[in-house]
């Protein structure tokens, strides 16, 4: 097993469940053809929910970022939720920590998008 995508909405914004590893091949290509998809439509606020991912290697990594950079260009935002303690460290050793808002539950990080009407048309 690689890795497990579910998808709902919350307040507008595009909660992304991820369960297994996010690693090269199936993880990679699962992360970046949600995050396309949710673009795509319009939806530009995307937060991922890291609770479940055990394993990410650097090609995971790399997928994060890009995610990052590809709604920032849409004048969006992606967020971390409930990082596991592997992957917080992870995240800690290669400065990524600082670039991605991570929050610890879903309520305060959807709140924390800001209401509906700043966003930004896609």
């Keep these: 097993m690689s ?3 579910s998808t709902h909405q919350s307040d507008g ?3 992304v469940g ?3 590893r996010i690693t090269l091949g199936e993880g990679t290509e699962a992360l970046r053809d949600t995050v396309r998809d949710l673009l795509s439509q319009g939806q530009n606020r995307i937060l991922l929910n890291l609770g479940e991912v055990n394993y990410i290697d650097s090609s995971g990594i790399g997928e994060l970022v890009s ?3 590809a709604a920032k260009r849409q004048g969006g935002e ?3 939720l409930n990082l596991t303690k592997k992957v917080h460290d992870l995240l800690q050793i290669t400065k990524l920590y600082t670039v991605f ?3 610890d539950d879903e309520a305060s990080a959807v709140a924390s998008f800001g209401s509906s009407q700043e966003r930004v048309a896609g």
Excluded: P
Aim: hydrophobic content about 60%; overall charge positive.
């Design 3 to 5: 890795i497990d995508v």
């Design 13 to 15: 914004i595009a909660v």
């Design 18 to 20: 991820l369960r297994g």
């Design 67 to 69: 995610a990052f950079t």
């Design 78 to 80: 992606v967020k971390l």
């Design 101 to 103: 808002d991570v929050k």
